[in-house]
């Protein structure tokens, strides 16, 4: 196999994550398959990802960087309801989009994953700011954003494992969902 000194830890963690979401799972990426789509020897990839926890930590942090970015692109220049609407979309779009990063942005990071709780401070900060914009300051802005976050991650995943088969417009059952949602805020 050809050496790669192009190689570095960011493209190693971008092919994990194309590998990853192309599989549906973290789990069914090994760091021998990955090694081999990279054309090179396992213990060269050590190099770059210290082990398969490692790996995943990368890919948990390249996970939050994307919905990050995908958030605050969809929120940009908007507030209150009209906001949570494009971020609500945007989350919704990503769950589908990066089906085995997203498992892994959903758990709070440990203290010392500092950048995954940089990221995660990012993402309660921009929300916090939203819910702001809705008059909802404090304990019932973190209580607000847990509920959103909920009935996000609760519909993505019912969709992900095929939980509604019905006939009728699940953009319509999501739409309604997340005003219902708005309805009852204070």
Same mark, same amino acid.
């Given at each position: ?34 090694a081999?789509?990279l054309?090179?020897?396992t213990?060269? &990839?050590?190099?770059?990802?210290? =082990?398969?926890?490692? +790996? !995943?930590?990368?890919? /948990?942090v390249?996970?939050? %960087?994307? @919905? ?12 209150g309801?009209e906001?949570?609407m494009?971020i ?31 990221l ?5 900060q &921009?929300?916090?700011?939203?819910? =702001?914009?809705?008059? +909802? !300051?404090?304990d019932? /802005?973190?209580?607000a954003? %847990?509920? @959103?976050?909920a009935?996000?991650h ?33």
């Open positions: 196999m050809p050496k790669r000194r192009w190689l570095n830890r960011e493209l190693v963690i971008k092919r994990a994550a194309e590998l990853v979401d192309e599989a549906g799972s973290v789990t069914a990426v090994s760091l021998t398959g990955l081999h789509t054309e090179i020897r213990p060269s &990839l050590y190099n770059h990802v210290a =082990s398969l926890e490692d +790996l !995943q930590v990368g890919l /948990a390249y996970g939050a %960087r994307l @919905l990050l970015a995908d958030l605050r692109q969809a929120a940009q220049g908007m507030v309801q906001a949570i494009a609500a979309a945007a989350y919704r779009q990503f769950a589908h989009s990066h089906p085995g990063l997203y498992p892994l942005t959903i758990r709070a990071p440990e203290p010392e994953e500092t950048e995954l709780v940089a995660s401070q990012e993402l309660i &921009l929300l916090l700011l939203i819910m =702001s914009s809705l008059g +909802l !300051q404090g019932d /802005a973190i209580h954003i %847990r509920g @959103l976050r009935i996000l609760g519909f993505t995943s019912l969709e992900a494992a095929g939980g509604y088969k019905m006939a009728l417009d699940q953009e319509e059952s999501f739409r309604r969902l997340v005003s219902a949602y708005l309805a009852g805020l204070p």
